[in-house]
């Protein structure tokens, strides 16, 4: 009994002694994803298709050439972010626009400045992850594929119908045996508020 009570007193003093300040101690976790796993969460309540009436006022870019010039210049214009895009070994090049005013949404031009697909994201929190995208067609307003963002470097896309098209790690996209097969560029810097 007095080896216990000894104990009992000695472990008090060490804890009291050695107290640890919660601010300090920092816990880091992550959530592992599979294909798998992340085309089942992306397909979870996702609209099918977009309104029209919503797509037909952005169907030509008018700031076609200003767009493609501050491109070029690296540079980012007012009222809205540009960045380029290269995808099927540089057969597909153009650029997109998130306006300022719509933030939620990502608009996808040739270099002729046709629009051809637009992103949604209705959870713009993009310092919650995962979170998703939706991807449509300009000409039909079906959703076309599925972005699921794992966090600020790797995001999984899938066609409608599930298969994957590029699981991305930074800027390159890699096919399902790991083989890169597109990349991105953000023109300029991104101004954050």
């Not at 919660?22 to 994803?33: E, F, M």
């Amino acid at each position: 009994m007095k080896k216990l009570f000894i104990f009992i007193i000695l472990t008090l003093f060490w804890c009291l002694g050695s107290s640890v300040n919660a601010q300090d101690t920092i816990l880091r976790g992550s959530v592992h994803y599979t294909v798998e796993t992340a085309r089942k969460m992306a397909f979870d309540g996702l609209d099918l298709k977009l309104d029209k009436k919503f797509i037909e006022p952005y169907a030509i870019d008018e700031n076609n050439k200003e767009n493609r010039d501050y491109i070029d210049k690296k540079k980012q214009p007012e009222g809205r972010m540009v960045m380029s895009f290269v995808m099927a070994r540089g057969l597909v090049k153009g650029y997109a626009i998130v306006y300022d005013d719509k933030p939620e949404y990502v608009f996808y031009y040739t270099n002729g400045g046709y629009l051809i697909a637009i992103d949604v994201d209705k959870i713009q929190d993009k310092n919650s992850f995962p979170y998703k995208i939706g991807k449509y067609s300009a000409a039909t307003g079906n959703l076309v594929s599925i972005g699921f963002y794992v966090s600020d470097e790797e995001q999984y896309v899938y066609t409608k119908s599930g298969k994957l098209k590029a699981h991305w790690v930074g800027n390159t996209g890699y096919n399902e045996k790991g083989r890169p097969i597109a990349t991105r560029e953000v023109s300029g810097e991104i101004p954050f508020e």
